[in-house]
């Protein structure tokens, strides 16, 4: 499922287009593509946040190495793209095969009669990445490795003269002096380094030259290395920041398999094991990459999650959303509720940041469903946990969320008192996750009262009842607001049959596009619509203009502004982000809301089982943000997306967690 044959590898296209990712925890990360050769600005062995909480840095760019045979040949087993899009050297086709272990990477190179395995890893918790080899079959076999550096900002790409890099040899390895005082470790377990003052030109970076960005970097050679790859022994080079590098390598790779092993051997909580197919269980595994612990204002580390590799950093919408399939679905509520009250702490006139801050830098408030979904995520938490006295902690915060909501926040946030419903918007902001703007125009504002926030805002409502319940407090305003928003949520009808507005009392009107936020009127726990027959028709509409294998369109393909695919420059691709394209989160919550209005567990999980292919697609052993809106749904946008994994593996695990707790279903004839 998760990995590539000798075929597959040795057609260029295959191992370019599938990429690798592995993470440390605190932000840090390292990516590349299959084959080998640098297709992004964000692809390197060592991507850090040297500026905390996300400055992210590459630090480290590659590590080339060749084989030398008996007869002093040099065989490459690395590939390079220069300017022009020339491949040279083609490493790849030494290739046979590419897997993941776990979520780690691994390649097994034939070369002068020999089978070589490398492998990639990053030790959690610290600043470091490990590359190693070992033989699997044949004689020692000598390797040089050309180490590639260099300091820039992942979203950058280096021009002239470039970093300056301070270059020393030691007993061990290599000291590399950084421009701003940070100092990078390079080390090996019985290497002999030789430094290098080159820099190699022109790596023509594909993906940015698709996506009308800068396409042409440069990164310092520091020194080659040449060692023995053994049979058994893994040898290899470490790297890392400020920090002396670990070169037990054997032991350092068993830490972190076994570390994977535990998370996922605790995942799934009340599922029985022999009814987790693989591709959730890698699901599982995948949860992992997003969770990381982020420098706090005063020095304390504070948990968190990456919405997206390589380029996002922590949202609080996309936390909120995620939480629940990263953390209970995977038998971390702890984490859960270390995330929630991290957020807690930047919770400002009632919303949740959307842009959650760097070093220096102001949240951003511009979200009108964050905190929506902030409350969600505590109900989804105390589901599991029935946790009171985290609950009687955030019980105040919560309040002042429905207050801020009912009275009138920023934003023109506000209830309208003639119908109980949720109103946004202000010229110049996209408040909903439909957020796009291009050259200061949004894409689509949705101004008025936007579906999918109403139904947000009765599911918290309704979830707020029962926590007050929880605590002995008085829960009839909650009551109140709840069964007014549900009378006034009956506008949303469009009354043609079909299934319901996008958005009501807009600047325009009524906004009838068919659009998927509908779908949360169904997905959610608490819903608004208790009419059995609007229910299938919101359901049938979705399926019928929206569902594809692996997700949902933004858009029905019967509108004007729909776009089939997601190409071109940032503005051409920004235009048309929520025109078209598929979105993967969305496919757990129609499967949600498919289970919630028919009560049938089985063809709720069959149309998350697309997603398991997907797999072996984009970012091998992840889910993407989103696919072309046209056949065949090639991936597109983030190759790794926390709410694509994190939605598809919730709602498997909800639907599945219920369909053994009732031994009788009509999922044709399999009982639990």
Known sequence: MTSLNREKCHDIDGPVAREWLVTNGLGGYASGTVAGLLNRRYHGLMVVPVHPPLGRYLVFAKADAVAIDDDGSVIPLHSNRWGGGYVEPRGHERLESFRLDRQLPVWRYAVAGRILEQRIWMPHGRHQVCVAYRLVEGDPLRLRIGLIASYRDHHAVNGYPGPTLERTLTDTGMQVGLPEGQTLYIASDHGEFSANEDWVD???????????????????????????????????????????????????????????????????????DARVPDWIEQLAIASDSYLFRRQGADGTPKDSVIAGYPWFGDWGRDTMIALPGLTLATGRPELAKAILETFAGFLQDGLLPNVFPGAGETPDYNSVDAALWFIEAWRAYLEVTADEAALRRAFPALVRIVAAYRD?????????????????????????????????????????????????????????????????????????????????????????????????????????????????????????????????????????????????????????????????????????????????????????????????????????????????????????????????????????????????????????????????????????
């Open 408 to 672: 009138g926040t920023r934003f023109g946030i506000g209830v309208d008192p003639s119908d109980g419903l949720v109103q946004a918007g202000e010229p110049g902001q996209q408040l909903t996750w439909m957020d796009a703007r291009v050259d200061g125009r949004v894409i689509t504002p949705r101004r008025g009262k936007p579906v999918e926030i109403n139904a947000l805002w009765y599911n918290a409502l309704r979830s707020m009842a029962g926590f007050a319940r929880m605590l002995g407090a008085p829960a009839a305003q909650f009551d109140a607001l709840a069964a007014a928003a549900q009378g006034g949520f009956a506008r949303f009808d469009r009354g043609d049959g079909g299934g319901l507005f996008d958005v009501i009392d807009g600047p325009s009107g009524d906004d009838r596009s068919i659009r998927p936020n509908q779908l949360f009127a169904l997905s959610l726990t608490h819903s608004p619509i208790d009419d059995r027959r609007l229910q299938l028709r919101v359901l049938e509409e979705c399926r019928k203009h929206l569902w594809t294998p692996v997700g949902l369109r933004s858009l029905s393909p019967e509108d004007p502004h729909y776009h089939g695919q997601y190409l071109g420059n940032v503005a051409q691709r920004d235009g048309s982000y929520h025109q078209g394209p598929v979105w993967t989160w969305l496919l757990g919550h129609f499967a949600l809301a498919e289970w919630r209005v028919t009560g049938d567990p089985g063809p709720a999980q069959q149309h998350l089982s697309a997603l398991g292919e997907q797999l072996n697609e984009a970012c091998v052993g992840q889910l993407s943000e989103i696919h072309d809106g046209d056949a065949p749904h090639l991936p597109r946008g983030a190759p790794a997306q926390a709410w694509s994994v994190a939605c598809t593996l919730e709602a498997w695990w909800r639907i599945e967690r219920a369909r053994q707790a009732e031994p009788s279903t009509n999922d044709a004839g399999d009982t639990a």
């Open 202 to 272: 022109n790596f023509f970076l594909a993906t940015e030259h698709e996506r009308g960005l800068e396409d042409s970097d440069r990164h310092p050679r520091i020194a080659y290395i040449e060692l023995d790859a053994t049979s058994g022994d893994w040898h290899g080079i470490g790297i890392a920041l400020n920090d002396r590098a670990d070169t037990a390598f054997a032991e350092s790779l068993a830490r972190e398999q076994q570390r994977i092993d535990a998370f996922a051997a605790a995942a799934l909580p009340g599922v029985a």
